[in-house]
């Protein structure tokens, strides 16, 4: 797919793209940054250290929230950090420095502008006048495996070939750093994995002038199959846990054993963190809520109650079984563990003796079970079924606990909180709620 007589926005030959390992492109030091909320500063990244060297593809694996995003603006210059230093080529970064660039999950390409046009359009920004912008532009587009899409226009493309325009817009300005974010989490299985082999084809086979990419992702084989290094990052707040060597040649091969043990590895690592500070943390009223389906946690909760499960699991392998990401199971197996329904231990996940009563139960018992289980695990469930409890009329709008809230998680993250809670109130039918009036009421609540 990608053109193999490409050169011309290398100017390099490939031999001279060998790794060189003693050259670091970029540092980051004690970096922390904080978002101010009204009951003082959330505190997103807590003093990440990282160092990215030429040659190397490093990824920065998380779950989603764990600030990913955030540190890859802040090395982008788009943003700053509270404390700490990033330095670019040995000297401090002052905002977006020259010679990297960044590939995002879904890019915001001009509809009214061609395939070209579009990729052209980073190099005007630069003033690069009109001949060598159209010949670089076409050797990016060749590059990426775009040719004969010229002249189409975005709506005309694909998900997985609008990407790759997006992909050839970093690439037009001969990067030295490529950041990508989650750059194929939008696309579907089959043309993900085929842009990630055309790009690891090109940067193995040294076609692109770039001399260090830094990937982040929330998916643990995506970043075995790519890295050479991987930066695991935890949530609230994002602190580098663990850093592992890759020591896998390219192509790889996800069936490889030593491929899945380095999974499970990484999942074990996840997990164990994880669910060590879960256990110790206890759900808060102003703790962030996953957004997670009673369908998915009583689905959790029947696959591991039966054959060949019996109440213990290793997450990988379930995770697995049941096509799930770490960003999709973790939720999960976390709110069982939350509404203890289920215990996360070094990898594993255990099913308490309450949750085999609950998987022997039919609909309504199952109901009652869950609603006893939210009242008390779930300190914002309780303050809402309190206030319903004491108001005269039973009723209370939305706004008054998104209030109470905001001063403890962003309005967004609020918001998602308000719905989760929402979601598993109805289904135990602790209270009821009216999407309409915004209205959350007692009326038709067994009591
Ligand atoms: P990730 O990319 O790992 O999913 P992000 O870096 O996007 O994580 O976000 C990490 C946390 O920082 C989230 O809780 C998010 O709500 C918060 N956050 C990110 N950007 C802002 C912002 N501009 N203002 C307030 N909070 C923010
Ligand atoms: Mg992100």
Not at 396 to 414: I, K, N, S, W
Request: hydrophobic residues 45%; negative net charge.
């Amino acid at each position: 797919m990608p053109n193999s007589d490409f050169n011309v926005v290398s100017p390099v030959a490939p031999t001279s793209i060998a790794p060189r390992a003693d050259q670091e492109i970029l540092n980051v030091k004690g970096v922390s940054r904080g978002f101010k909320k009204s009951q003082g500063d959330l505190l997103v990244l807590d003093d990440v250290n990282l160092s990215l060297r030429e040659g190397e593809i490093v990824g920065l694996l998380g779950r989603s929230g764990s600030g990913k995003s955030t540190l890859l603006r802040i090395i982008a210059g788009l943003i700053e950090p509270t404390t700490g230093d990033v330095t670019y080529k040995g000297k401090p970064l002052e905002g977006p420095a020259d010679g990297v660039a960044m590939v995002f999950q879904t890019f915001a390409l001009f509809p009214w502008l061609t395939v070209l046009q579009n990729v052209e359009a980073g190099l005007e920004a630069q003033g690069v006048s009109a001949a060598p912008r159209r010949a670089r532009a076409l050797a990016a587009i060749d590059l990426i495996g775009l040719d004969g899409f010229e002249n189409a226009y975005p709506r005309e493309l694909s998900g997985g070939m609008r990407q790759r325009v997006g992909f050839a817009r970093a690439l037009v300005v001969d990067p030295t750093l490529l950041l990508m974010d989650e750059p194929f989490s939008a696309l579907d299985v089959l043309t993900a994995e085929n842009l990630r082999t055309d790009l690891l084809d090109l940067w193995t086979q040294g076609k692109m002038p770039i001399k260090s990419v830094l990937i982040v992702t929330h998916n643990i084989e995506e970043a075995v199959f790519m890295c050479d290094r991987i930066m695991v990052l935890s949530s609230n707040p994002g602190r580098v846990i663990a850093e592992i060597q890759v020591p896998f040649k390219h192509p790889r091969n996800r069936l490889d054993t030593a491929f899945r043990s380095l999974v499970d590895e990484i999942y074990a690592k996840m997990t164990a963190r994880q669910s060590g500070e879960a256990t110790k943390q206890t759900l808060e009223f102003g703790s962030r809520l996953p957004h997670v389906s009673t369908n998915l946690l009583a689905g959790l909760i029947e696959t591991l109650a039966a054959a060949p499960y019996n109440g213990r699991a290793d997450m990988p392998v379930i995770a697995r079984s049941l096509h799930l990401e770490v960003d999709d199971l973790f939720p999960i197996a976390e709110m069982l563990q939350h509404l203890g329904f289920a215990e996360l231990r070094e990898g594993d996940i255990y099913l308490t003796p309450s949750a085999h009563v609950f998987a022997d139960l039919g609909t309504h018992e199952r109901k009652m079970m869950f609603a006893e289980h939210l009242l008390k695990h779930v300190p914002l469930a309780a303050r809402i079924k309190k206030v319903l409890n004491e108001r005269p009329g039973h009723r209370a709008p939305r706004v008054r606990f998104e209030q109470e809230l905001e001063d403890f998680l962003t309005d967004g993250a609020a918001e998602d909180t308000l719905d989760s809670v929402i979601n598993w109130g109805r289904y135990g039918e602790v209270f009821s709620y009216n999407d309409q009036t915004e209205l959350f009421s007692l009326e038709d609540v067994e009591s």
